[in-house]
Structure formats: C-alpha cells, structure tokens
C-alpha cells in the first residue's frame, strides 16, 4: 500500500521559510515523478511544482524564485524548501507521487496523495 506523508507545515511571519518534506513508501520512488499542490480555504486545489525521476523540475509562476523542490531517492523523501513567503502562500500543502516518470502537471495524473501538512503565513 503506497503511503505519503507530509511534514514540516507550521506558522511563519512573512518573509520567513519553511522546508516541507513528504515521505512515500509502498512501491519504487526512484523512477516516479512526485509533485506538491496546495489548497487554500474556499480555494480549489492548485499546482505548485513538480519533479521528475530525474529532477527536472517545473514551478507555477508565483512561487518561481522562492520555492525550490529536491528529492532524495536514497530516502524515498521529496522536499520543497519555501523561501521569502507571503500571506497568499496559506495553504494546505499536498504531496502527490505518478505512476509516470517525466514531469506531471496534473492533478489527476497523480496515483497516490498524502493527507496534507498546513502551512500558514502571517503578515
């Protein structure tokens, strides 16, 4: 049974950083492509950015520049290390693993989804 779980939300004053990682387990990592999504309150669900086997990643405009998405397939661990944040970054922050191995964009391309760790900024 694949498994994610997001860590690492919590509350920041603007400007600040945080580092969210999400851990998978349940089947091979190494050759998936994984990517975050966030929600906000009343919201629907957005992309932010993904990673492919390989680390190729690709980032939704706003966050271009401040957010960064690594991965480390010795751990089977995504991260994705937010800098500079602002207000309309609150969210909760999910991370999604595919099947598929290039960069995923999608929601719906996505198999599997963590439960979601909240990230909350304050100005």
């Known amino acids: 049974q694949v498994q994610l779980v997001e860590s690492g939300g919590g509350l920041v004053q603007a400007g600040g950083s945080l580092r969210l990682s999400c851990a998978a387990s349940g089947r091979t990592f190494s050759t998936s492509a994984m990517g975050w999504f966030r929600q906000a309150p009343g919201k629907e669900r957005e992309f932010v950015v993904a990673?492919?086997?390989?680390?190729?990643?690709y980032y939704t405009d706003s966050v271009k520049g401040r957010f960064t998405i690594s991965r480390d397939d010795t751990k089977n661990v995504v991260y994705l290390q937010m800098n500079s944040l602002k207000p309309e970054d609150t969210a909760l922050y999910y991370c999604a693993l595919a099947r598929r191995s290039g960069l995923v964009i999608v929601g719906g391309e996505y198999e599997n989804w963590g439960q979601g760790t909240q990230v909350t900024v304050s100005s």
């Open positions: 990673i492919s086997w390989n680390g190729d990643a």
